[in-house]
T-cell receptor, first 113, second 112 residues
């Protein structure tokens, strides 16, 4: 079946603009994660969704970052008033349940000019 | 606060060599530990997942061990091949929530 998909694959924006990144998890996967990977660095956890439970937002770096997910479907990560330090690859992963193997999408490369 | 460290940061070996990648974590209260590989321009591929109650997992030429008490995991790659060239990431999920903490990775280059 299809894996995790993310769109767009690349996004270039100007400082101060809002951006929206999309993640389509594997069908049937109840858990969904967002991560950020800055150039040459490891992955930083941003947010976690599990079914209809309250999300774990403990990794969001500021109130400019927000994410939504309706049920077990698509998730969107929104970054408001983008800054140059937001430039990174944003990765999404899903899993069958919170303890299971995470399957990653190809990521969205965000460049803030 | 959980911290995950991977040593070495980079490694270059000739084809056919057996090698060990190391991962250490500061908080032994973990739920599971996962090893991934990351190829340039691509997403991550899960290699092995070790639950906190397990000591090791094996898949083909890969073997991962977990020692919670010492806060260490190793990934053993047997008979390395040029196709193994990638960045290998270790990730730890703690027991107190759903956050997964990643190490910075080990960049492996296997020379033909």
């Amino acid at each position: 079946g299809a894996g995790v998909s993310q769109s767009p694959s690349n996004k270039v924006t100007e400082k101060g603009k809002d951006v929206e990144l999309r993640c389509d998890p594997i069908s049937g996967h109840t858990a969904l994660y967002w991560y950020r990977q800055r150039l040459g660095q490891g992955l930083e956890f941003l947010i976690y969704f599990q079914g209809n439970s309250a999300p774990d937002k403990s990794g969001l770096p500021s109130d400019r970052f927000s994410a939504e997910r309706t049920g077990e479907s698509v998730s969107t990560l929104t970054i408001q008033r983008t800054q140059q330090e937001d430039s990174a690859v944003y990765l999404c992963a899903s899993s069958l349940e919170n303890a299971d193997t995470q399957y990653f999408g190809p990521g969205t490369r965000l460049t803030v000019l | 606060k959980q911290e995950v460290t991977q040593i070495p940061a980079a490694l270059s070996v000739p084809e056919g060599e057996n090698l060990v990648l190391n991962c250490s974590f500061t908080d032994s209260a973990i739920y599971n530990l996962q090893w991934f590989r990351q190829d340039p321009g691509k997403g991550l591929t899960s290699l092995l997942l070790i639950q906190s109650s397990q000591r090791e997992q094996t898949s083909g030429r890969l073997n991962a061990s977990l020692d919670k008490s010492s806060g260490r995991s190793t990934l053993y790659i047997a008979a390395s091949q040029p196709g193994d060239s990638a960045t290998y990431l270790c990730a730890v999920r703690g027991t107190g929530g759903f956050k997964t903490i990643f190490g910075a990775g080990t960049r492996l280059f296997v020379k033909a």
